[in-house]
């Protein structure tokens, strides 16, 4: 996807909204995502982090290196290809560290919560949102000071997962192809863009 169909995405934008989010790409915290258990693979050629690679089991947090007090627009693209039990969404700055957060929905210590989604394999997220994702999955993200868009595209051969007597069972996703949601957030809280695996 490239050009006019790539900035038609963002809906409800004006040309120099587009053009600042398709200029924008957020790094990954790595001296945390190292710490948790995380190993970052970079392009040879781009130097861009090309896969993301979970060491040991859940869960554990990767988050940006940079939050919206730091830039006004964060954002992610990444496909999912392995482990698809996972949470995305924002995060207040002042819980990165702590693993659980996402998942949980933990206040900080002004009030404010996690928001975002999480993939429908996922079991005892309080997250507000729950889809389907899977492998091939495309996520993107896009974190402004008082508001979170998503847009969450599925491979044309998709399977989604389900549990049927502990195990889990792929079956044909006969579900939309692309899924979009906003949810606004408080803008005097800063937060980062996260992603939690289980």
Same mark, same amino acid.
């Given at each position: ?56 089991? =859940? ?7 940079? /939050?919206?007090?730091?830039? *006004? !627009? %964060?954002?992610? &693209? ?32 002004? =009030? ?7 993939? /429908?394999?996922?079991?005892? *997220? !309080? %997250?507000?949102? &729950? ?47 692309? !899924? ?19």
């Amino acid at each position: 996807m490239h050009g006019p169909e790539q900035a038609c995405r963002w809906r409800f934008c004006s040309w120099l909204e587009r053009l600042k989010i398709a200029e924008t790409e957020s790094q990954f915290d790595r001296l945390r995502c190292e710490k948790q258990g995380f190993m970052l693979l970079n392009d040879p050629v781009t130097l861009r982090v090309s896969m993301i690679r979970l060491e040991g089991i =859940g869960p554990k947090l990767l988050v940006s290196d940079l /939050s919206t007090a730091d830039v *006004s !627009l %964060l954002r992610w &693209r990444m496909e999912i290809r392995g482990n698809n039990a996972v949470e995305f969404g924002t995060i207040p700055v002042s819980l990165q560290d702590n693993p659980k957060s996402l998942h949980k929905c933990l206040a900080d210590t002004c =009030g404010e919560r996690p928001s975002g989604f999480y993939s /429908s394999i996922t079991i005892g *997220s !309080l %997250l507000p949102v &729950r889809l389907p994702v899977m492998k091939g999955s495309i996520i993107e993200m896009v974190a402004r000071r008082d508001r979170l868009d998503v847009i969450v595209t599925h491979p044309l051969d998709a399977a989604e997962l389900s549990w049927k007597n502990t195990v889990t069972v792929p079956t044909a996703y006969k579900g939309p192809r692309e !899924l979009r949601f906003q949810q606004d957030l408080a803008p005097d809280c800063p937060v980062k863009l996260p992603i939690e695996y289980h």
